[in-house]
């Protein structure tokens, strides 16, 4: 028998429900639990960051606090996050920078074409069932079409790309290499809602 299909309303209910169930189940956690946690996810973050900065100036790129910051934000609790989370990054820029690549070539970098490009870029992710690559489109687009820059749009959108991915797979590596380091000081399971 086939499923019948829900109604947006009832899915977009749930996934809120489910995220408020993973909100309590994180303040169950021991005071104890949230400081090893969070001690952790902040060493693995600071470990990915310096990875992704010290790796984009290493190969020219001159503005590796882009690749810091991508590391910080895609670093998870799990590696299995960290892979949903990176890819979600490099899609989101690849899209982000596209959209503002030819908003910019065709409107010379206006603001409504700086909407326009926002709106197309976060619609464009939801279609292709990628929302949270979505918030990564649009503040590439944003990078793209209104920080300030030298070269071309598309030789600014590649350098950032690039800056992302080193940034992506600095987290992916930190948190491969700081699973069994992990696992060995703080018991099998490993951190507190680390599922692997």
Request: net charge positive; glycine share 10%.
């Amino acid at each position: 028998m086939s499923e019948t299909p829900r109604p947006l309303a009832e899915l977009l209910r749930r996934v809120e429900q489910v995220g408020e169930e993973v909100a309590q189940l994180r303040r169950a956690l021991s005071r104890r639990d949230r400081l090893l946690t969070g001690l952790a996810y902040a060493l693995r973050a600071v470990a990915a960051a310096a990875l992704g900065y010290y790796g984009a100036l290493a190969v020219g790129l001159t503005q590796g606090f882009w690749a810091a910051i991508t590391a910080i934000s895609v670093t998870q609790a799990s590696y299995a996050e960290v892979s949903h989370s990176s890819r979600d990054q490099f899609i989101g820029a690849i899209i982000g920078g596209v959209v503002g690549i030819a908003a910019a070539a065709l409107v010379h970098n206006q603001f409504p074409a700086y909407a326009l490009a926002l709106v197309v870029g976060l619609t464009l992710c939801w279609i292709l069932d990628l929302g949270a690559a979505g918030r990564v489109a649009g503040v590439t687009v944003t990078i793209v079409m209104l920080v300030p820059h030298e070269g071309t749009f598309l030789q600014f959108a590649l350098f950032r790309l690039g800056e992302v991915v080193l940034g992506a797979v600095a987290a992916l590596l930190v948190t491969r290499l700081s699973a069994p380091i992990e696992r060995r000081l703080l018991g099998p399971t490993g951190l507190p809602g680390d599922h692997r």
